[in-house]
Each structure stands twice: as C-alpha cells, then as structure tokens.
C-alpha cells in the first residue's frame, strides 16, 4: 500500500513539474519568436540605411566632386565626436514616448517600457 501512495505522490509530482516546463517552453517559444521578428526588423533597416547611404554618397560625390578620400576624412571627424575611434557615432539624445510619456533614446525603434513605435519627424524617419 505504501508502495502505491509513493508511486501516486511522484507520478503527481512529476506531471506537476511537466506542466511547469511546458509553460516554459512556451514562454521561450514566444520569446524566439519576438527575437526573430526584432532581428528581421534591425536586417530591413540597415539594408534601408546602406541604401540611403550609397545614395547620399553619389549624389555628393557626382555633384560636389568629393572624393572617396574626402568621405573617409569626415568620416573619421565624426567618429571622434565623442572622443573614441570606435567606428560608432553617439548620438544620445532622448525623445517622449507616444504610448506612455517616458524619455526613450532617439534612436529607439520602439519604446521599451511599452512596446510603442518610434515616430520620427526628420529626414531620415523612413530609414
């Protein structure tokens, strides 16, 4: 009789822990699935950033008469804006969100507090 009640408590404590790793692999599945969407996100804009970008450059170089060596001189200037030869340029201004009112970093895609998209109002809010 001892022998069944055990086997009761761990069959039910095992269906218990069953049912809290399903929850958890639904979570990560969900979770997988936000990141997924996030990176395919960040791949269309910086495809739309190069994009922009070699179209700036030819339309400076063709009618300014720069020349790759000028753009590589200011991108350089740029780069030590902040100080650091880092290839990055920092930009931290912040901006309101729409959804909640919270300061968000300008460059946000969406806000992080609530989820809200980022509406830009620049020359560069479709990239």
Excluded at 42 to 69: I, P
Aim: charged share 35%; hydrophobic share 30%; with cysteine.
């Amino acid at each position: 009789m001892l022998d069944l009640i055990q086997s009761l408590y761990h069959s039910r404590e095992l269906n218990k822990h069953k049912r809290v790793q399903r929850e958890k692999d639904k979570y990560q599945d969900v979770k997988a699935v936000d990141l997924l969407s996030r990176i395919n996100e960040l791949e269309q804009r910086h495809e739309q950033l190069k994009l922009t970008t070699l179209a700036l450059w030819s339309l400076l170089r063709d009618h300014s008469g720069l020349l790759e060596s000028d753009l590589k001189k200011y991108v350089e200037k740029l780069d030590l804006l902040d100080g650091h030869r880092d290839g990055k340029y920092s930009d931290n201004e912040t901006l309101e969100c729409n959804g909640c009112g919270r300061k968000i970093l300008s460059k946000s895609l969406s806000c992080p507090y609530c989820g809200g998209r980022v509406n830009r109002k620049n020359a560069f809010s479709g990239i």
